[in-house]
């Protein structure tokens, strides 16, 4: 099956996971799927000091800098195949 078919039924099933994903795999499960779909943070960092979640979000997306997108798709995939198991 394609990649990017793959990707887009993981991203399907990881809103229907039978538990919720802990906050540091809620943050690889995004930070891949940003990868995935827009590639190299492409935004400024958070303004806000306090915003911790935003700045959580953008520090996790920023760690995956010069990762192919091909690349963040498979391990998108391969962490909710995980999850599901």
């Known amino acids: 099956m394609e990649l990017t078919t793959l990707f887009n039924e993981a991203v399907i099933n990881s809103k229907a996971l ?4 802990s906050n540091d795999v809620l943050l690889q499960l995004y930070s891949l799927y940003k990868q995935s779909t827009e590639g190299d943070v492409n935004v400024d960092a958070p303004n806000n000091p306090f915003d911790f979640v935003a700045k959580a979000k953008f520090n996790a997306w920023e760690d995956l800098k010069g990762k192919s997108k091909e690349t963040a798709m498979q391990e998108y995939v391969n962490l909710v195949t995980r999850l599901k198991g």
């Open 18 to 21: 039978s538990e919720k994903p």
